[in-house]
């Protein structure tokens, strides 16, 4: 890579560049077109001119990046950049990276160290409980030096006990493993990072024979922005959970759980998304977890293997644009997105159908579809991508015509093929003759607003409110379900739900949300999933929904235009009773407040843009002062 | 990435793993389909029955790999890789690497302490001459601890006389910078790598006062295999000044030249693949530098940015297969050559003519070329690579239509615009109006049978040997010119230009070959080049190419079919006088020898396939005996 930036100087200044990898400077006199070649190593002077300073750095093993410093020439978010392929671009930089001898390959975590809440012995072992889910280091230092020792880490107390069948054992057998190192001096054992709430070390009935086992809390810390409390004590520690359940899977990129699978999918991402604009608005997290996605220009399968989270990546970026209105990253994810749609396409039929192609997974959710033929469920998302595609490239000035009539074609073939009128339902195969109706694609023709107000009505009491229609067991789906509800105006349905499944969760024991949960199961089959006995994710990004469904539905807050340059909140005071929200509007920190006592509603911002809907009526946001709104 | 391979065994056996990167192993039985994780630190036991090992490899800042080590168990080239993208393919594989204890991302080099032939006092310092140019570390042991020393490099005496100047200069002023350290126990102080036949130490009268110095040559030692000696002293020695040129260029791969630039360049490795073929016939070497040259699949810009460098790695592609067979390889490459061909082929205009792009470069040879519009040489090498093409696609029953008709067209076009009947020639230019003939694109007519014979004659008369064309000075197309020459038959030309053109270089002083050579220029100005007074490289691949002329046209060696499978001798006799030559005729070691003395040619090879043509009479040689032939 090379960086430069050109500078008009009256007097000579003095640079010092760091970089990460091999590299030189080179000093362009822009007037006589000398060329100064330096090394990296010492301080360089520019003399008083227009010079164009470049800085050339290789990394065959990691990020090209350079830190300049100096009183005038310094590197930040003005200089550019080339691979010298093509026009060169603005340079990327990142806040968490603004000291000389960071190394931007390794993020910085904080780091706190943490004890067990509670100790008991159980079965002649210790069992430890640090109150809820960690991503954590355990460091054992031992009392009379190195001996051996097991580890059964837990996100169940049932979990961590079970000593035989327990998802992540250590056997600390010798000084030094892969997965553990000793420190002779401290004598202390520090395995590798582990996510659990529970420790059992079997045969150790009292830890302090052994020594003191502390855990190292690896996290990033995102800043408290939001707020939410009601009278509802159940509903406020819905939404506390939630808060937590997010931050814990939220570090380089929106992970999908703590234990399991640690992995970065693009449709739990693109949830995340949602909950962050309720949580703490955090910018450079979506655009990573955006680019960490997609990955190099050319493609060979599609995003995780599955084709809806293609599309999710897609509609992400118009969700993105609706929050932080940054036309500059759509700039760099453009090339992206249309290989990305173009790639996708080529499975598409004369109808505008997407098949499953060799290597596809057609996903949408853990349910029993009718997968003969394509999925409806699928046409839906590979519709509402195409809109998202039609947006962004609309807004870039980019050809959108064959993305818009395929889109057409596809609406009109999704109604002709799928939409079952005896059913009052888009059926999930027209291929297999079953006539199989899944909540999926209905949930998605309401939410994508792909059915008119009397088909919308046919679905809500035929699907959504049929209890012959196997349920939604995942929060993931149980997301939509509950937009779709919304969007029907039901949203007392979302507040029953909210309290019932999530409240299930919590009678349950929950202290973060889970991958999946389904009321009936009970004892420890409610830890299973996917063959394991403990394989069940109980810290699940997608289970933090509620931040966003009470953000957005019963809080009401929307951006009405790109990047909350204006801004709606509807709050739904009926449902709600008394309480008290701050909200961010912007990544630069800018909230909004509301309180309701009783009869009285106080509302402010921090920015201007805002409106409150109160009975019918559109106010004004008041900027840093209090709007008092006393109801009938 | 995984490696996996499928044994059925009637015994257990005991494997162990050691990996580049991280990563575990799994034991799949394919009975039941049980499959068995384990950790690579230790070694594992395959019970009997049908079971398939796979070692899954993590590398993000190199080459993930595996060395397995066991009885039967073991990493071969029948072991299979998948990166999960498609279908699997066979390992990698490197004679290089056959210990447990290397890591294919370092090299294995051949080293040589060498000291300085001449040592002489000149203008109050030390001039060192080590004969030729090396490519090595400089290690001056000091005979009472460190000093501030000046190294001058030259790949000529006066370049490094010149300490204003010089190309390379090292100011050693500090124990440690970045280009050497310095060890405190052996006193030593050691270089980074450079090239140079000279070192001169200014200010140093007596070499001894300062300690010793010597250089640590590195180099990879290519297999001696080819010899060839004549009664002709001269030439001779232009054949072995060639090998050694062509070998200090090889290594990992074939680059340019020692000194400068130290880079691949498609067009000279292209001319390197011809000389190997004559000297030490490398096939990884080839295949290493044919797939280093074409990075990842996808493609932005032309090899080198260069348009004639991408077609010359496409012809270069037929060569290899030619050269040595291996339908493997194609399958591996044909992914990169078709992506490069569409990508050349989307600035093609109707006529078949490809046009310079932005960031494009039209080089074909340093040569003041009438650039106005598609230059005709430019098109000359699109054609021969859609040649390459249509024969390497053929021969993996690829669809080869498009590429066929567009080089239909071309040929016809490439006639119809650029031959000027008027000046006997194709002109470089049909856009500009100048009729201006080079050399280039007449040679290329010739030399890829784009003429027949009587246009060849008139090329021969008014553009070869016609000396108001201004002639070619860089070795690189000299070797094409020749070569155009050979086509003709007119071998004695061959043989005069070798002799007066290498010739010359060995009279001014060469003991390798130069970038560029102009018997007109005297003194220092004969080492300028790119407005650098010692920017010519000394130790050029393109200078070795007599090894090629010799081989393939006066000895008259050429396979007749793929991979030698067949092959022909047919010496110039009257030529070549007594000689004594030998040429491998295939990549595992077979040779076949000839020699001449006086009327008796002695002609043996080590396999079937061979025939020796001498006055026009074809007899087969014969396998590990000789055949000998007395002419009248």
Redesign the interface.
Known sequence: MSFFKEYRLTDATTFKTEIQGEGYGKLVNLKDHEETKF?L?ESMTCPAGHYRIEIYVAN???LPCAYVQGKIIQSDASWQASNF??EAIDVGTSRYFDQVDQNPMQFVYTHELRQALKNETVNGGTLLDFGHDLTAKTRIAFNQGFRSVTLCYGESRTEALDVQDTYLKHQIREKN??FGTYNEATQTYTTKLRAFRYIYLPGIQNLDDLGTLKVDFEFVKFPKISEFSAADKQLTQIWQISDRTLRLCSGIFFIDGVKRDRWVWAGDAFQCYAMNRYDFFDKELVERTILGLRG???I??HLDTIVDYSMYWLIGIEDYYETFADKHFLDVIYPKMKRLIDFALEAVDERGFIHERK?DWIYIDWADFDHQGPLCAEQMVLARALQSVVKIFTILDKNVAPYESLYQKLRVNIDKYYWDSQKHAYIDSYASGKHQVSRHANIFAILFDYVDQKRAQEILEHVLRNPEIAAINTPYFKFWELEAFAKMGEYQTILTTIKSYWGGMLESGATTFWEYFDPNEKGAARYAMYGDKYGKSLCHAWGASPLYLIGRYLVGLKPTKPGYQTFELAPQLALLGDFKGKFPISATGDTVSLEVQRNKLTVKATKVGGSIVVADKHLEIPVDKELVITMK
Do not use: I
């Open positions: 090394a190593t065959l093993a990691g392929l093509g493993d892969p190099e220009l050319d060979k399968q290597g």
